[in-house]
């Protein structure tokens, strides 16, 4: 069984999940081909590395993530970090010859991921992208059932990330809300998750026109390291947020499908609505996250009463029974993760493929570019693949 020696970047929110999911693989997946070693992790708060050797049984911690990086025991590194030291970590990485998983949206503008591919492409090494919603036992089977052809022909798709995590005013101005921080804000942070789902699940996407907005223009001031949850108070000093708070997007996929999309961090009322509604010539599809264990599937059937029947999480389906046995008994998000990272361990230690990986990841962001030149021509826009040329 191989050892696969890894490297954090960052022990934020996503940091923890992914170095959970190293310490949990073990037992969940007892027929494997691989052992997860939590060998350094890098953050630049004292407090959160003390926390990687003594909670998370990391071998030690550094502040400085190039050395982590470069450590001669590592074979691979989880990009975890803000945005914007998405590309550098990435190059040092495999220019070190390290297999890579980044979070997404690797960087946050369309042409750092694309230089982010070309690194990858160079070096030669492994990678792969947090795109976890993918790995949802119920899309794995909804993908399923559209690929036998239980939906007939594709005719409209229709996506979206409703979340409310940006809703409140006194939220902190935190680098998620900044261009030189964060890059583009909703179109890269969830937008990308929609149009990565929408990939995997209905093809490629050929055209797309698209409006933005910045629904909450100014926030509180942070001091010292703050939280995307925290809150100022009213009378605090503010900053200009510097990214779209809402993207939408009318699109057309290669295979003639159309299909529209929209996501918001400032909406008030859906909570992590991420979701999906396919639609086709025999039936139709629809899934939301804050229904992760649920499946609704109509099939236009001349003998069979109206309406959607609810297919619900069971160990029947691809990984869940790694989690739970039996039918109904629910998964949660960081079981996703566990099963992104356990398949990434897996490609590396067989020498098998891995999606999505840094490629997919271009696909992703190809889409948003036109979308981001549909911004400014207010017209639609060609979707060009930004791999071509590498």
């Known amino acids: 069984m191989k050892d696969i020696r890894i ?46 050797t003594a909670d998370f049984g990391f071998e030690r911690s550094t502040p400085d993530w190039q050395v982590a990086v470069a450590a001669d025991d590592v074979d691979a590194v989880w990009v975890t970090a803000p945005n914007m030291l998405h590309l550098p970590m990435i190059e040092a990485a495999t220019a070190a010859g390290k297999a890579v998983f980044s979070e997404k949206p690797i960087g946050g503008k369309p042409a750092q991921t694309v230089q982010a591919y070309a690194h990858a492409k160079a070096a030669g090494v492994a990678t792969g992208v947090g795109y976890n919603y993918l790995w949802s036992p119920l899309v794995i089977h909804a993908r399923e059932l559209i690929s036998s052809g239980a939906l007939g022909e594709i005719t409209h798709y229709r996506g979206r990330f409703l979340s409310m995590y940006g809703s409140d005013e006194l939220g902190l101005l935190t680098w998620r809300f900044k261009m030189d921080e964060a890059g583009y804000g909703v179109s890269s942070d969830i937008l990308s998750h929609s149009v990565a789902m929408a990939q995997y699940l209905a093809g490629g996407i050929s055209e797309v026109v698209g409006m933005r907005n910045t629904t909450i223009p100014n926030r509180p001031l942070p001091t010292g390291v703050a939280s995307h949850y925290g809150r100022g108070a009213p009378g605090d000093a503010t900053g200009a947020v510097e990214n779209e708070d809402f993207a939408s997007m009318l699109c057309r996929f290669v295979n003639g499908a159309t299909g529209t999309f929209e996501v918001s961090r400032t909406v008030v009322g859906p909570e992590s609505q991420n979701a999906f509604e396919v639609y086709g010539t025999k039936g139709a599809l629809s899934w939301n996250l804050e229904q992760i264990n649920e499946l609704k599937y109509y099939r236009k059937d001349a003998d069979l009463n109206t309406g959607y029947t609810t297919i619900f999480g069971g160990d029947r389906f691809p990984f869940h029974g790694a989690f739970a046995p039996g039918q109904a008994n629910s998964i949660g998000f960081e079981d996703l993760i566990a099963i992104e990272d356990f398949a990434f361990m897996q490609s590396l230690a067989t020498g098998s493929g891995f999606q999505p990986g840094f490629a997919e990841a271009v696909d992703v962001v190809s889409v948003q570019q036109a979308l981001i030149d549909s911004w400014e021509s207010r017209s639609w826009e060609t979707v060009h693949d930004l791999k071509v040329g590498l």
């Open 7 to 52: 490297a954090v970047l960052g022990l934020g929110w996503m940091g923890q999940a992914h170095s959970r999911s190293a310490l949990r693989i073990p037992s969940l997946f007892p027929e494997r081909d691989c052992n997860p070693r939590l060998v350094v992790c890098a953050d630049t708060d004292a407090g959160r590395r003390a926390r990687a």
